[in-house]
């Protein structure tokens, strides 16, 4: 087949996560033919992985309006939008019927890993007639390598797995590669299979993220029947605000719980709070424990010594199969150039996300697209709403359908969380004085880097916490 000659080629949509199969569902409503490759062994194998998990978002921004309109065909009836489900409850009520409608299952291809993305016939230095081409998408499923052809690629693949490390400055802590055996993911359902693995023991729990502060819930809750379990929490910033957030003032309820709850626990004392730590090594001590060392607020040395180490430090987009793509990136970010200034950590701990579509995610490959979590590169300020209408637009796009691409909208939940005074409340909360929380404003697209859509804390124990 020609390289140029892509019409009747599939759009291949990497992932079948919610925005994965979101995707193929608005393809196929454009008269487009998706074809979507999942690396686990099922639809939404990543959501599964945090099944135990609460999302602070409820259902009415979790689903997608082309999804819903196909599962409705088959009787599907909605949840209660108000309610907030959880991972688990997410793939199997909405996820895994999705992909199992007439028009989808026969299109998805699971325990197939993408290992490359090309254009057909050239490398990446080759321009003259690089445009039009098609994709070549390398897979390898059982061992067996093999290329498919696409028109276009929509990558949706996420963040999940490609963790931030320990140590400062982008790298490993010295020793992190050895670690292993202490070493646990950002979500650990501590409260059911992975119990054992914290009753009575110390934790040291690493991160300012929503996964950090659900992780310490649990464990906090664990504390109540497990005597002897021990927190710590370490953060490489001052202050813990942002996490702690705007309490009543955010517009999604669970997730205001979660920061107040946590703030609650570490003022009990439930929780040992170390500030601006930079972790320098790591290192298993004669007794079976792992020695954290490194140093602390104001230079003073950090030297912990524990059973586990929950590493929720954030994920990072793999970038290594996209090495033969013309990406347009954000050097800081490693989000789409045009969008990386809405999204920037430094400028928006939420920040007012303003809708986005297929203009925004184009890259110099024409027909490349980074969608849902890992088109947020390095930020961890994302909804699946969000997402949603990405896809949406590029959909449209795709299909030659300009003006409905560029008409792109996006209801987001006010929230606290996202506050034009962060900066004072940081400083006061360093101080150890109060700070108005009523005061917080604005607008967010700020969620779990994790699960795309943030956890809701798990219950606490009675007189462990006040509201959030």
Same mark, same amino acid.
């Given at each position: 087949m020609s ?5 009747? %080629?599939?759009?291949?949509?990497i992932?079948?996560g !919610?925005?994965?199969?979101a995707?193929?569902a608005h ?8 074809l979507v ?6 639809p939404?194998s ?5 099944g135990?998990v ?7 921004y979790?689903v ?7 599962l409705e ?6 949840p209660d ?5 959880t991972?688990a ?6 996820l895994?019927p999705?992909a ?10 699971t325990?197939t890993?993408?290992v ?7 490398d990446?230095?080759? &321009?003259?007639g690089?445009e039009g ?8 499923v059982h061992g ?5 052809t ?8 996420g ?10 400055a982008g ?8 670690a292993?055996?202490w ?7 501590v409260?059911?299979?992975d119990?054992a693995r914290?009753?009575?023991?110390h934790?040291l729990?690493?991160?300012m993220g929503h996964?950090a502060?659900?992780?310490l819930?649990? %464990? ?6 497990a005597?002897?379990?021990q927190?710590s929490?370490?953060?490489r910033?001052r202050?813990?605000?942002r996490?702690?957030?705007?309490g ?7 997730r ?5 709850t946590l703030k609650?626990a570490v003022r009990a004392?439930h ?7 930079? %972790? ?8 079976g424990? %792992?020695?954290?060392?490194? &140093? ?13 180490l929950?590493a929720?430090?954030?994920f ?17 970010v490693?989000?789409?150039t045009?969008l990386?200034?809405l999204i ?14 297929h ?7 024409e027909? /490349?697209?980074?969608?849902g979590?890992k ?6 300020? /994302?909804l699946?709403a969000t ?6 637009s590029i959909?449209a796009?795709?299909?030659?359908d300009?003006?409905?691409a ?7 939940p006010?929230?606290g969380?996202c ?7 940081e400083a006061?909360e360093t101080?150890g004085v109060?700070? !108005?929380?009523?005061?917080?404003h604005?607008?967010s697209?700020?969620?779990e880097?994790a699960s795309?859509?943030g956890p809701?804390?798990q219950?606490?124990p009675?007189?462990?916490?006040a509201?959030?």
């Amino acid at each position: 087949m020609s390289a140029y000659m892509t019409d009747d %080629l599939p759009v291949v949509v990497i992932g079948a996560g !919610p925005v994965g199969l979101a995707a193929a569902a608005h393809l196929l409503e454009r008269g487009l033919e998706p074809l979507v490759l999942e690396a686990g062994d099922q639809p939404a194998s990543a959501v599964r992985a945090w099944g135990h998990v609460r999302l602070f978002s409820p259902w009415e921004y979790d689903v997608d309006d082309a999804a819903v309109r196909l599962l409705e065909q088959t009787g599907w009836e909605s949840p209660d939008r108000t309610a907030l489900p959880t991972g688990a409850e997410l793939a199997e009520r909405y996820l895994a019927p999705l992909a199992a409608t007439p028009q989808l299952a026969g299109r998805i291809r699971t325990g197939t890993r993408v290992v490359a993305v090309s254009r057909a016939g050239v490398d990446k230095t080759r &321009t003259v007639g690089r445009e039009g081409r098609a994709y070549v998408v390398r897979t390898v499923v059982h061992g067996r390598v093999q290329d498919l052809t696409a028109r276009a690629v929509i990558d949706a693949s996420g963040t999940w797995g490609q963790r931030n490390p320990l140590g400062a400055a982008g790298l490993p802590a010295i020793g992190e590669e050895q670690a292993g055996d202490w070493l646990v993911g950002p979500l650990p359902d501590v409260l059911g299979r992975d119990r054992a693995r914290f009753a009575g023991e110390h934790t040291l729990v690493i991160g300012m993220g929503h996964s950090a502060a659900n992780t310490l819930l649990a %464990l906090v809750e664990l504390q109540g029947s497990a005597p002897g379990t021990q927190i710590s929490w370490a953060i490489r910033g001052r202050s813990p605000a942002r996490l702690y957030g705007g309490g009543d003032s955010d517009g999604l309820p669970a997730r205001g719980l979660l920061g107040s709850t946590l703030k609650a626990a570490v003022r009990a004392g439930h929780v040992e709070l170390h500030r601006e730590v930079t %972790l320098t090594e790591v290192a298993p001590t004669g007794d079976g424990r %792992l020695r954290v060392t490194g &140093t602390g607020r104001d230079g003073a040395a950090v030297d912990l010594q524990v059973d586990a180490l929950a590493a929720a430090t954030g994920f990072r987009p793999d970038l290594d199969v996209l090495r033969e793509v013309r990406l347009s990136l954000d050097p800081g970010v490693e989000a789409p150039t045009q969008l990386a200034p809405l999204i920037d950590p430094d400028f928006h701990s939420c920040g007012t996300v303003p809708p986005h579509g297929h203009r925004e995610l184009t890259h110099p490959d024409e027909g /490349f697209y980074l969608v849902g979590m890992k088109s947020y590169g390095r930020a961890p300020t /994302f909804l699946l709403a969000t997402g949603y209408e990405q896809v949406r637009s590029i959909a449209a796009a795709l299909a030659g359908d300009l003006e409905a691409a560029d008409r792109v909208q996006l209801r987001l939940p006010s929230t606290g969380v996202c506050s034009t005074d962060l900066g004072a409340r940081e400083a006061a909360e360093t101080a150890g004085v109060g700070f !108005p929380t009523g005061s917080a404003h604005g607008r967010s697209a700020e969620a779990e880097p994790a699960s795309c859509c943030g956890p809701a804390p798990q219950p606490v124990p009675v007189g462990t916490s006040a509201a959030d």
